[in-house]
């Protein structure tokens, strides 16, 4: 069995950086790695012994991350007048962090795929496995997420792309 | 590759060398364990200190004061009792997760996409007998029969095995109606929670409601006028709020 502290050392590169494909602020989504691996670790005597706790891991960091964006967005909502401060990821330069805020326009199963695919480079079987569908769907959100992002993107930067 | 393709590696790449680059941040429990040992050790000194010092102090000017260490057990976490006392569901070992094909409920149309979302993992997670990702998807503000608030309370699924988890997917099968809520409409399974009054739940309704209570449960939820069994909600931006029973 691998040890907990083996298992967040080894993992929380790739989960960070799923985390902040899906949130704005490096902050927000050290946050968020660490409520996904405090889960793991009340729990590791099982989620040890699963198939994959990696997958599982990042099944319950997509969960949080749906939260924390439902959760902000009230926020956003009641502090509207005043205009909240915006967030800031200081470790990603400006064309990266405009590309994920493109993403995060995309419904919330496009912007998912996305994250576990490009920037966790999880495969489609692990993809679908983590989100809990097939991979026909999981193919489908990124076929669509891409088709979106061709205007966003295009809009945000012409030059870049 | 598409340029859209070549954008999103690039802010890919990025990313995964910046989340490189940040050091993991210790445990908040490693932190809280810290703490709480600064703690423990502070108030160990403490009745260590009253022990020897203070108590035989006190004891020549009054009453005795109370032995050191006489601490009075945490209370239990309260369970709401439950008006289910049987249930045709039998109950399995938490460790086997036998097929639920007989509760497998289907997509519902005109859900909001939230509140489907929030269905369709419970569903998942219950479905593989997942107790702990069933934990993680309970909101802050959830509620259970089985004590407390959050979604800490859950975790007792671990003893209780399988008949809760029946319960949740027999309930998420049923039809559902919408209860205004703190914040927005909570859609509830079944609809008879969201009905004034028994008498209203209809026959097909009771017929779906028997997979999940017996007919001396239905003869209780008569006389209290209204039905006070299972059932769960959902908020309208997709928080699992309750999945509780009694009144």
């Known amino acids: ?161 | 590759m598409s340029k859209v393709d070549q954008a999103l590696h690039r802010a890919a790449v990025e990313t995964r060398q910046a989340a490189m680059r940040r050091r993991p941040v210790p445990l908040e429990t490693q932190r809280r364990a810290h703490r709480q040992g600064w703690l423990t050790f502070a108030a160990a000194f403490a009745l260590v200190v009253l022990a020897f010092g203070l108590v035989p102090w006190l004891a020549g000017i009054g009453e005795p004061a109370p032995p050191v260490g006489d601490t009075t057990p945490p209370p239990e976490p309260v369970v709401t009792s439950s008006i289910i006392t049987e249930t045709t569901i039998a109950t399995a070992p938490a460790s086997s997760c036998p097929s639920l094909d007989q509760a497998a409920p289907q997509p519902v149309e005109g859900l909001p996409e939230a509140v489907a979302e929030t269905r369709d993992a419970i569903v998942a997670a219950a479905r593989s007998c997942d107790f702990e990702l069933l934990e993680t998807l309970a909101g802050e503000r959830f509620s259970s029969s089985f004590g407390g608030g959050g979604s800490e309370n859950l975790s007792i699924w671990n003893d209780k095995g399988l008949e809760p988890t029946v319960t949740l997917l027999n309930l998420l099968d049923m039809g559902h109606a919408t209860i205004p809520g703190p914040a927005g409409d909570i859609y509830v399974w079944p609809a008879a929670h969201s009905y004034e009054t028994w008498e209203e739940v209809t026959e097909e309704e009771m017929n779906e409601l028997a997979r999940i209570h017996s007919e001396g449960e239905f003869d209780s939820f008569g006389a209290a006028g209204s039905y006070l069994g299972w059932r769960t909600g959902i908020s309208e931006n997709g928080e699992w709020m309750f999945f509780i029973a009694g009144d």
């Open chain 1, 1 to 161: 069995m691998t040890s907990f502290e083996a298992f967040y050392r080894d993992e929380y590169p790739g989960m960070l950086g799923i985390a902040m494909a899906l949130v704005d602020g490096t902050s927000a989504a050290e946050d968020l790695v660490q409520e996904a691996f405090l889960s793991a670790h009340r729990r590791w005597d099982r989620v040890s012994q699963y198939d994959s706790p990696r997958a599982w891991v990042r099944r319950v960091l997509i969960n949080r991350a749906t939260s924390l964006r439902r959760r902000l967005a009230s926020e956003m909502r009641a502090v509207s007048r005043v205009g909240p401060p915006e967030p800031s990821s200081p470790d990603l330069t400006p064309e990266t962090a405009g590309v994920w805020k493109a993403v995060h326009r995309l419904p919330r199963r496009q912007q998912q795929v996305i994250a576990l695919h490009y920037v966790g480079q999880l495969s489609m079987a692990e993809i679908a496995d983590v989100m809990g569908c097939s991979e026909g769907a999981v193919k489908s959100h990124l076929h669509r997420a891409r088709d979106h992002l061709r205007g966003s993107l295009a809009t945000w930067n012409e030059r870049e792309l």
